[in-house]
């Protein structure tokens, strides 16, 4: 933090309250140093992520069924499966 300002990025997916604790201390000039802290109380705010699919190319022996599907970000999702 060479400019007084720090860059906070949270977890990926992570919502909700999270806090920083930030000490600041002078030189120690006269000795002791003198240092006081001070809490940073942070909101991340959710987002409504688009999900992310791939396309799939699945084969199979005849007669037996296979359906796989992968799915990123991990958060509830509706899926119509069409099958021809």
Do not use: K, W
Not at 6 to 21: E, H, R
Not at 36 to 58: G, K, R
């Amino acid at each position: 933090m060479q400019n007084g300002t720090f860059t906070y990025t949270p977890s990926l997916n992570y919502n909700g309250p999270d806090m920083a604790v930030v000490s600041i201390c002078d030189a120690g000039t006269p000795m002791p140093a003198s240092c006081v802290n001070d809490t940073i109380f942070i909101t991340v705010n959710p987002i409504n992520d688009a999900p992310v699919l791939d396309n799939e190319n699945i084969s199979t022996n005849e007669d037996v069924a296979t359906v796989v599907i992968s799915l990123m970000p991990a958060t509830p999702i509706r899926i119509r499966l069409h099958l021809r």
